[in-house]
């Protein structure tokens, strides 16, 4: 059995990547060389997936330029699609199919950010979202749940398209 690496089972987070975000970070935007050794330190601790999101400023453009720098280590990619009050299906389809045209097979999910999706009125376009991922592009997908009141009103119909 092939031993584990220190970092094999992290996931890195990337919302500095297009943001300026974070306790440590609340002045600048990360350089895209900065960002180039941040990744370069983790796949060489053993990590293979990145977290991102369309909602990271840059961060899914910046992050599909590096990709080609890490060929050979098999990075995977999750991102999210952000809701609001105002999507509509056929916006979040441009935002599921911009971060698939800058992963293509690297993208290994797609989660809906957006907590208080049920509170929102947008249970049925999310469920449509998910559909639409699972149909076109036959990718894991997942919901963000921020609390336990929206873990327990996950309907049948969700909990048979999220693998859990």
Avoid: W
């Avoid at 060489?44 to 453009?61: F, I, K, R, V």
Wanted: with cysteine; aromatic share 10%; net charge negative.
């Amino acid at each position: 059995m092939a031993e584990k690496t220190l970092l094999s089972k992290f996931v890195l987070g990337t919302a500095s990547f297009g943001n300026v975000y974070g306790v440590l970070n609340n002045k600048k935007l990360n350089s895209i060389h900065e960002i180039g050794q941040i990744i370069e330190t983790f796949t060489n601790n053993g990590g293979s997936q990145l977290d991102t999101s369309s909602g990271y400023g840059e961060a899914e453009e910046i992050i599909g330029k590096l990709l080609k720098d890490f060929e050979n280590k098999n990075i995977l990619v999750n991102s999210k699609f952000i809701l609001n009050q105002d999507n509509e299906l056929e916006s979040v389809k441009r935002q599921i199919d911009n971060s698939y045209k800058i992963f293509g097979n690297k993208l290994n999910s797609i989660i809906c950010h957006t907590p208080d999706v049920f509170l929102l009125n947008k249970r049925d376009l999310v469920y449509s979202v998910f559909k639409y991922i699972q149909e076109k592009y036959s990718i894991d997908v997942g919901l963000s749940i921020y609390s336990m009141g929206e873990l327990t009103s996950l309907d049948l119909e969700f909990k048979e398209l999220i693998k859990y």
